[in-house]
């Protein structure tokens, strides 16, 4: 059984004093495929070094996450440019539009939200998208490039059966479920239960959104098992199959 994490931040600071630790659970628990999101220049170094040191099971992506995105963005995003040059990368994420923390950034949000999207299928990468408060902001861009060249993933997928249909119609993407599919009144459950498995990936976004019992706890990838448990309730198949299938799926996205 391989288990796949296909969003997680493990080279943040809040892995600084056990990271090792962290990982080797990972690999005990058979989570042994971490796809890593990059959030802006900050982040790059410190991606790099863990996939120097766990080539085979760690794989970046480049991006610039939406609340990262500032009126540099565009000299940012040439720097990505040439980064791509010299270095393997997965996908062009995690990238998109976050209305929560500042709705008055959102032109450029836009702005830098499609232009990567145009360097991901010119590079011929998946793009992992943040949508928070704004799937309709999201779904208009996407239906203005989607085409059979665009893939990826809505990562922390949180919205309704509707939204989660419209993710499902572009055919080249999945749908990322974390933590709060665990959550007692958050009511993703009953959504993903009317997802067939063939259209979801896991992740945990760790360090961030901890899936019960480890809820308002750091979150880490070897959590994933959780999500996967939860995930094969809903479903009413075995850990196994979720594993398998959900892994699958992350193949056929990312290419490995």
């Not at 760690?58 to 980064?83: A, T």
């Not at 899936?211 to 996967?228: C, D, Q, T």
């Amino acid at each position: 059984m391989i288990l796949t994490d296909t969003h997680t931040h493990l080279y943040a600071n809040q892995f600084d004093e056990d990271r090792e630790e962290m990982i080797k659970r990972c690999f005990d628990d058979e989570i042994t495929r971490l796809f890593l999101p990059n959030i802006d220049t900050t982040s790059v170094d410190g991606m790099m070094e863990l996939v120097y040191q766990y080539p085979e099971n760690c794989f970046p992506m480049i991006g610039i996450h939406p609340c990262s995105v500032n009126e540099n963005w565009r000299k940012e995003l040439d720097d990505y440019v040439e980064l791509l040059k010299k270095n393997k990368f997965y996908a062009i994420g995690e990238i998109g539009i976050d209305l929560y923390w500042d709705k008055t950034t959102l032109g450029i949000q836009q702005a830098a939200f499609e232009a990567q999207i145009i360097l991901a299928k010119e590079k011929k990468l998946p793009i992992v998208i943040h949508a928070r408060d704004s799937f309709d902001e999201i779904f208009k861009i996407v239906d203005k490039h989607n085409d059979e060249n665009l893939t990826g993933i809505f990562h922390c997928f949180t919205g309704t059966k509707e939204q989660a249909q419209k993710i499902i119609g572009y055919k080249g993407f999945m749908i990322g479920i974390g933590g709060v599919v665990t959550f007692k009144n958050a009511g993703l459950d009953k959504v993903v239960k009317e997802i067939p498995m063939e259209h979801l990936v896991l992740e945990t976004d760790s360090p961030y959104l901890a899936p019960h019992p480890y809820r308002g706890k750091r979150n880490e990838s070897s959590f994933l098992k959780v999500i996967a448990h939860k995930i094969a309730e809903i479903h009413e198949v075995s850990l196994e199959e979720v594993a398998n299938i959900t892994t699958e799926n992350s193949k056929a996205i990312f290419g490995i």
